[in-house]
């Protein structure tokens, strides 16, 4: 039995003739009036414009019944297309090799795809090539296959039948299409950011950096793939990454560099791309302590210019300061509470500033060291969160040094990382790696431990803004881990590595890959306000499939609040449990067009 209000609502939906006045004659349309679920009220939208009655009269006798008719009509065949039965055969079996099922979930992607216009950039930079596969077929399959499915790019070819969508191109297409992809590399990001930044919007007065490696399935070091300090701590040879990224999170440049370029080497080279190519107007940079000296402070400064050329907020190692900041930050003098209350024994966050000058040392082109001096702000606190997390950390380096100490055999250079620095003369053989023996036994540096324990929980942040607030500070340098998951979502979410490309050109169109992925999938974060996290977008993009019920009908057995969300951010409907064939084409027609949701 139906409800007054369901049938009330059923018929409400349908087409009708509508007559209005224009310029004092009578205009005729076919509106379709709908129900709004998010407002529970009834709608209508225009689906057909028929022209003005006196100029209809000369080709109808009567207009107005004839349309009223068409519009019944459009009534009925909607209705018929919206029902239908279907046979139930319970016997029935599975053909062999079944495999029926198609995702749906990419129209997402290929909306941002065509949005950001990069089918034009890869068209035109084809149009004067030598090859005649389309570089923006295998671009698109690529990206979606990163994001949805990742692994190689034979894996990826394999599987390009489970898409609404036509590849026609070989493996060798896609093997050969990676040196054109490398060719290109700086320039597509230029041009993404550019229409990211006209598309979605950008805010790039602050520009966080960071550097992080990827390693390589190989033995011997060769072209970019150099043996270096990895994050992982492995021996591979390794690639260096260093990744700017604007205020919201969204991807800006990228760079490689030899895995033996150290973290402050490759700052100036991508903040100096971005500065130059990006119209980002005045910067501040934002980074850990690995990036932070006297050169690329000079550099951001503009050397001995204006002082607000540029600027930065960098996190700075007590550890590694002068003795008299080390004093400053180890003295209990100046410390408040956050509400600025003065501090007890149970506190478990203090926090202090000052402005200062602080001696730096630059590197001039003639290769000559000179000291300069910059005053700047210095944020210093302490977090008993984090003093309990270096404790924790360190205490498994501690016990792994006793052992190494009571097992020297056991261990090599490469397996006593992290640990050998409690280590009193301790030594390894150059060819082996193994522990060589001294003649005496080795000890544990009591005094080594001590000295790390003093700043347990301590940190202290940087910066030439000296007007902005230590608050402010805090936030802006908090950011950072923004780019730090960007990194976890490449290496985890997208796979970006390990690396089992061996040439050159073929590793940076992996990595261009895999940036334009990330990307995409911050765009897909900014416009649902960051709800929700990398893993649940494309695990929920990945599972919103259709299976071939009938001829041209496919049942979706999917839905979610996140899918919900997602469809509704890009103007695309995943809340259909049948959908025919042409109902899903006219999806990624639409998701062609380059009109911003």
């Known amino acids: 039995m139906m409800t007054s209000t369901l049938a009330k609502r059923m018929e409400d939906e349908n087409m009708n ?140 070819f394999e599987e390009k039948e489970q898409y609404f969508e036509r590849f026609d191109f070989t493996l060798a297409d896609v093997y050969r299409s990676l040196s054109h992809f490398a060719a290109i590399r700086t320039e597509i990001q230029r041009y993404v950011s550019e229409q990211a930044a006209d598309q979605y919007g950008r805010d790039t007065h602050i520009v966080y950096y960071d550097v992080t490696n990827f390693y390589f399935e190989v033995d011997t070091e060769d072209g970019i793939r150099k043996r270096g300090k990895s994050k992982e701590g492995g021996k591979s040879p390794i690639v260096q990454m260093g990744l700017a990224m604007d205020a919201d999170g969204l991807p800006l440049h990228y760079e490689l ?10 700052f100036r080279s991508v903040i100096g791309e971005v500065r130059r190519n990006y119209n980002t107007g005045r910067i501040i940079a934002v980074a850990d302590m690995g990036i932070i000296t006297g050169d690329n402070i000079y550099y951001l400064k503009g050397g ?79 977090s008993k969160k984090y003093a309990d997390k270096a404790k924790a950390e360190r205490d498994v380096m501690v016990k792994k040094a006793q052992d190494i100490i009571t097992n020297p055999r056991r261990y090599s250079k490469g397996t006593t990382y992290g640990a050998d620095k409690y280590i009193r003369d301790i030594s390894y053989d150059k060819n082996t790696g193994e522990i060589i023996p001294t003649g005496q036994s080795l000890s544990f540096d009591i005094e080594k431990l001590a000295e790390e324990e003093k700043y347990d929980g301590y940190y202290a942040i940087v910066t030439s803004e000296l007007e902005m607030s230590t608050q402010d500070i805090i936030d802006t340098y908090r950011g950072l881990w923004e780019i730090e998951e960007s990194f976890r979502i490449s290496k985890g979410t997208l796979e970006i590595r390990p690396v089992y490309l061996s ?84 999806i990624l027609a639409c998701a062609k067009n380059r009109e911003i949701s």
């Open 17 to 156: 003739l509508n007559v209005s006045k224009r310029n004092g004659r009578t205009y005729l349309y076919i509106e379709r009036k709908y129900w709004d679920k998010e407002n529970k009220k009834i709608r209508s939208t225009n689906v057909r414009i028929l022209g003005y009655l006196d100029a209809l009269e000369k080709e109808y006798d009567d207009p107005i019944a004839h349309f009223k008719r068409v519009a019944f009509e459009m009534t009925e065949e909607e209705k018929t297309q919206r029902s239908m039965t279907l046979p139930l055969n319970l016997s029935e079996t599975l053909k062999l090799e079944s495999d029926r099922r198609f995702n749906l979930g990419y129209a997402i992607i290929l909306k941002i795809f065509y949005q950001l216009q990069l089918d034009r950039f890869l068209y035109n930079k084809a149009r004067h090539e030598n090859f005649d596969f389309n570089t923006c077929s295998i671009m698109i399959l690529l990206i979606v296959s990163r994001l949805l499915s990742p692994g190689s790019k034979k894996k990826a």
């Open 304 to 382: 001995d210019r204006d002082t607000r050329m540029n600027g930065y907020v960098f996190s700075f190692s007590i550890r590694g300061g002068t003795e008299e900041f080390k004093g400053y930050a180890l003295s209990e003098d100046g410390y408040t509470r956050n509400d600025g209350s003065s501090v007890g024994e149970d506190a478990d966050f203090k926090i202090k500033t000052r402005y200062a000058t602080r001696e730096i040392h630059v590197t001039m082109q003639n290769g000559r060291t000179i000291k300069k001096l910059i005053d700047e702000k210095q944020v210093v606190f302490w």
């Open 257 to 266: 560099f030899p895995g033996n370029t150290l973290d402050k080497q490759t």
């Open 503 to 586: 040439l050159e050109e073929r590793i940076n169109a992996h990595i261009l890959i895999c940036f334009l992925s990330l990307v995409i999938l911050r765009i897909i974060q900014k416009k649902t306000q960051k709800r929700f996290s990398a893993e649940q977008i494309t695990d929920c993009l990945e599972r919103i499939n259709g299976t071939l019920e009938e001829e041209n009908l496919y049942l979706f057995d999917y839905r979610s609040l996140i899918s919900d969300a997602v469809g509704a951010a890009f103007d695309i409907d995943f809340t259909k449990k049948r959908l025919r064939l042409g109902e899903i084409k006219k």
